[in-house]
């Protein structure tokens, strides 16, 4: 599929770009012998193995595809898609500091989830709020994380 496709791209050029960005991080001779660049190198490990499980996968589905079933379909509608969920990321990234994480997270979450899994209200919005919860916890108490207070001040 033509969507899979264009993931796996922007994936393998993000994490390209980012591991370019961490290597710019600069690091000291003392202190942490692993230093700033450890979470961002797991973080960049982290998109190559996804993206060579995504390849892994369209390989596979490949060969166990029919002639029929491997061509591209004719509807576009996954191709805006893809778009809106681009445009939504950004529109998040540039609301993060002015809203802060405590609430732009979970209204980018649960915008998500509200339209791609329709109709469990519940769950997206527990999933959304227990998510912010623990990743805001997980940061900012266990690890020392500040995170975009906004406009909370939290």
């Not at 995504?54 to 591209?72: F, V």
């Not at 445009?87 to 609430?103: K, M, Q």
């Not at 979450?109 to 329709?118: D, G, H, S």
């Amino acid at each position: 599929m033509i969507s899979n496709r264009v993931i796996l791209v922007l994936t393998v050029l993000f994490a390209a770009a980012y591991f370019f960005g961490i290597r710019q991080i600069p690091t000291l001779d003392i202190g942490d012998p692993l230093g700033p660049r450890a979470f961002p190198y797991l973080i960049t490990g982290g998109l190559v193995v996804s993206a060579g499980w995504l390849l892994a996968e369209m390989l596979q589905a490949r060969k166990a595809a029919t002639p029929q079933e491997n061509s591209e379909p004719q509807d576009r509608r996954h191709l805006v898609l893809l778009a809106g969920v681009v445009s939504w990321i950004a529109l998040y990234f540039a609301a993060f500091e002015r809203l802060g994480f405590l609430l732009s997270t979970p209204l980018f979450l649960l915008a998500l989830m509200a339209y791609l899994n329709r109709g469990k209200w519940v769950a997206n919005v527990l999933t959304a709020l227990l998510f912010t919860a623990g990743i805001y916890f997980l940061f900012s108490r266990v690890l020392g994380v500040s995170l975009a207070k906004g406009l909370l001040g939290i």
